[in-house]
């Protein structure tokens, strides 16, 4: 049941006491007092006269207001990420952009990060570093094949083999060369890839000077060589990889050149060609970290090309299963290549990447990185930016495997594993192809996601866009919030999938940036979009979202308070006026200063991400903290109503009078309630609680004044009175004591570790950090280490008055020695433990 169910069954418990009151009432006073009349012979729908008054007394009781107040301070929210200028990327003149301005506050509550590699970990500027042609490795003294004096003696001397492979380099692409007013050459590429392997070409003399139509012109070593493209067979994530057809003008003949990735292309070679050298040259660039792509081609019979030609232009036209049979025509060409060579390119890291990833990893988030690369060039990267750790620290588990019994086998391997090993403070990690994760998403998909679960890093390599989006999904099922990351159009359905997307704004596009929630520049800016607006946006929500209940429950249990006084008639205390006023005017404005409240500062929470665990295990809003402003609502409407009538009772007051006295003691109440709970003041927070406060007796002194009102001279009368003032005075005393009171209590005896994070900001003392903190905390969670290594439900311990209350434990299989904070609870079923990872 949740908040909105729980008030709606309140109110109507509410009436039906009510209701039974009223006929107790009619039975026992009936005869006591003589202005009380009921009729003897009541007409049959008066039954449901008196609840329904009620149930319209009660309606207050759902503030209307706060749907138009979040929407308000989520696009302010939204409007904090457009103008912060640490997120503006100046390299690319790109700010940071929310699309999305609904969901501010769950980036404050992300568990995990599924992210793509390239151009979103990477720079993606690729650069043509080494090769392997026939066999021959160039590029590995240098560190730069371009350089290599053995390649460019090759070229210089018309080497066959070098030949052929520049010649794919420079045709096997959807480049566009552009020719500058003064000669210079440039290229316009779809993938960066494509572009580097053009680029390295013209610098070894095969130069691509035009394409008009299907026309391709290459310069090379001062000769001119015309091909025409026969047809172009496009790049998919399912082939992984892509073939030109193009036929020599001179000689006439015909040629298949093709380029893709190792698993993809080796496999073709024809019958008895030796690859051993190129399956040993992709493993070795690929522990370097660098790109890989195989090259290869095959002269094609011109009867052959024309027989295939009129299956593809039929693949093409079809209507029903067009890019599978295109697929299969295509699969009928690509075979017998002759294997030129590998080609390896380098793509580094973005700045700030291993800082930020190590940060958020600390914040209890855990990673995904989801990549089309192959397997070693991703673990090699995933080393370099702190995403996984190299023995003895970390431990990293292959699932393998090419058959379903072999992908089982070593899916239960590393699932024991993982239950064995998840108590240690070992790292561990699994990664997996896309092959296996095909069979295991479509056999073993419980299994994997128990895995899932207990793994708080995972390596998916040369994954498909349609196994990202699976893999967001399964993530999703086990309600964990996740986060998706990506550059290019391949992430497009993993962003969309995910509760919140986030798009690069790369070299590849802006198709990610626009189909996401947010857009930024560059990725080290998920640190501060998470750590900071994410968490500030949570924090102020949960303020916001319970703070218009508490207010509405306030004056709704004054209402039914005075039911009991009044006969239990179903009599408003207050007129229309005031309380539409008093919802929309007098207690929404200060409120909404709310926004401008920080309860740390940037730099402080940046330095301890370990504090967004609140945010994760949602702390600040559940039932157990309404019930908490639910209590104080009532504790509230009680003094307010219990004093206004004592001071008032034997006073010739008129009912204005009465209903003025309860709404400004409730006034008084609010502003000093929002006062107490900001964290940090501004001239703007200052005018908007106190000049709103005064707002309300400006406002009424006017409505007292006007004599068709209803409240002529009202207010004029009471401002008069000591009485009034003094009223003021008690109920803010009484009403405000006990929670000030149990507030030191909780900062000075017991605080939690945002408590201690904020003397150390006001004492202006040294800055606490994960170590010392960690030192502040040990009494604490000495207290919860004996129950923290088992599954336990979300704590229902709440504690009143507090809008800081400690994050709820996670479901954790144990705690590893850098955990400062009781894990937070995973939202699965209790046969899926999970580690809450700290550092």
């Known amino acids: 049941m949740d908040i909105a169910e729980a008030i709606w069954v309140g109110s109507c ?4 006491m009510c209701f039974q009151g009223l006929r107790v009432d009619e039975s026992s006073r009936v005869s006591m007092q003589w202005y009380v009349k009921y009729d003897d012979d009541e007409p049959w729908y008066q039954i449901l006269v008196i609840p329904l008054r009620f149930e319209l007394l009660c309606s207050i009781m759902i503030p209307i207001s706060i749907k138009v107040s979040l929407d308000f301070v989520k696009s302010l929210y939204a409007k904090f990420i457009d103008w912060d200028e640490e997120m503006y990327d100046k390299e690319t003149d790109t700010p940071a952009h929310a699309a999305n301005t609904a969901i501010s506050e769950d980036l404050g509550q992300v568990e995990y990060i599924l992210t793509d590699k390239t151009g979103t970990l990477t720079e993606n500027k690729m650069i043509f570093r080494r090769c392997c042609i026939g066999g021959t490795l160039y590029g590995n003294e240098s560190g730069d094949a371009l350089k290599d004096v053995e390649l460019l003696n090759a070229v210089a001397n018309n080497s066959p083999h070098v030949i052929k492979f520049l010649t794919v380099m420079a045709l096997c692409n959807t480049v566009i060369p552009i020719k500058s007013p003064s000669g210079q050459i440039s290229y316009k590429a779809q993938s960066q890839d494509e572009d580097a392997l053009v680029n390295a070409a013209s610098n ?10 299907n026309n391709a012109e290459i310069h090379f070593n001062r000769r001119v060589v015309q091909y025409e493209i026969l ?18 003008s001179e000689s006439g003949k015909i040629f298949l050149l093709s380029k893709g990735a190792d698993e993809a292309i080796l496999p073709l070679a024809y019958s008895g060609q030796q690859i051993k050298t190129f399956i040993d040259a992709v493993d070795k660039y690929a522990q370097l970290g660098l790109r890989t792509l195989c090259l290869a081609w095959r002269e094609l019979g011109l009867q052959e090309y024309l027989e295939w030609s009129r299956l593809f232009k039929e693949a093409n036209s079809a209507l029903i299963d067009r890019e599978w049979k295109v697929a299969e ?12 060579g590998i080609s390896a390119i380098e793509d580094r890291l973005q700045a700030g990447v291993p800082e930020t990833i190590e940060i958020l990893r600390q914040s209890g988030i855990n990673f995904w990185m989801l990549t089309g690369d192959k397997q070693s060039t991703a673990i090699q990267i995933a080393l370099l930016c702190n995403l996984i750790s190299s023995e003895p620290k970390g431990q990293l588990l292959y699932i393998n495997g090419k058959t379903e019994d072999e992908v089982a086998r070593s899916l239960e391997r590393v699932l024991l594993t993982m239950r064995i090993t998840s108590s240690e403070p070992k790292e561990l990690a699994f990664v997996v192809d896309g092959w296996a994760l095909e069979i295991i998403l479509t056999r073993y998909k419980e299994a994997f996601t128990e895995l899932a679960v207990l793994s708080k890093t995972a390596i998916c390599c040369r994954v498909t866009p349609s196994q990202k989006a699976q893999l967001v999904k399964l993530l999703k099922s086990c309600d964990y919030r996740t986060l998706a990351i990506g550059d290019g159009g391949n992430d497009v359905r993993m962003i969309q999938q995910a509760h919140i997307g986030v798009g690069i704004s790369g070299r590849e596009g802006l198709q990610a940036a626009r189909a996401a929630d ?9 640190k501060r979009l998470i750590l900071v607006h994410g968490r500030y946006s949570y924090n102020r929500t949960a303020f916001l979202s319970q703070y218009s209940f508490y207010k509405s429950l306030l004056i709704c249990f004054i209402q039914i308070l005075f039911s009991f006084v009044s006969g239990i008639a179903g009599t408003s205390l207050f007129n229309s006026v005031s309380l539409m006023a008093y919802n929309v005017f007098y207690t929404s404005i200060p409120v909404l200063t709310t926004v401008l409240d920080k309860d740390l500062s940037e730099r402080t929470v940046t330095q301890n991400p370990e504090i967004l665990l609140y945010c994760q295990a949602g702390r600040l809003l559940n039932p ?11 504790y509230h409407a009680i003094v307010v109503f219990l004093i206004t009538i004592h001071v008032y009772a034997n006073e010739k007051s008129e009912m204005e009078e009465l209903s003025m006295v309860a709404l400004s003691g409730s006034i008084w109440l609010q502003a000093f309630v929002v006062t107490l709970e900001m964290n940090s003041f501004t001239f703007v927070q200052f005018l908007g609680i106190w000049g709103n406060f005064a707002a309300f007796y400006i406002i009424n002194f006017g409505i007292s ?6 409240m002529y001279t009202i207010m004029f009368r009471l401002c008069r009175q000591p ?8 109920i803010s005393g009484v009403g405000m004591g006990p929670v000030l009171a149990l507030k030191y209590f909780r900062y000075t005896y017991s605080p939690s570790a945002i408590n201690i994070l904020q003397k150390a900001e006001r004492s202006r003392g040294p800055m606490y950090t994960l170590v010392n903190l960690e030192s502040q905390l040990r009494l604490d969670n000495n207290a919860t280490d004996s129950i923290s290594s088992m599954p336990v439900k979300k704590s229902s311990v709440y504690e009143p008055l507090l809008s800081d209350s400690p994050m709820a434990s996670r479901r954790s299989v144990a705690s590893s020695s850098f955990d400062i904070f009781q894990p937070a609870q995973s939202r699965v079923p209790a046969s899926y433990p999970r580690n809450i990872k700290a550092s």
Not at 13 to 16: E, G, M, P, T, Y
Not at 231 to 248: H, N, P, Q
Not at 723 to 730: D, R
């Open 13 to 16: 418990i509410i009436d039906s």
């Open 204 to 213: 070894l003399h095969m130069v691509l000077v035009s394409k008009n139509g």
């Open 231 to 248: 047809d172009v067979l496009e790049f998919t994530s399912d082939r992984k990889r892509m073939s030109v057809l193009i036929s020599d």
């Open 329 to 340: 025509v295509c699969q009928k060409l690509e075979h017998t290549l002759d294997i030129l």
């Open 518 to 526: 947010y857009s930024i520049g560059k990725f080290r800016f998920l």
């Open 624 to 634: 157990s903290t309404f019930a908490g402003w639910f209590g104080r609502s009532l």
């Open 705 to 710: 004044s006007i004599p068709s009102a209803g």
């Open 723 to 730: 009485s009034y003032w003094i009223t003021m005075l008690l």
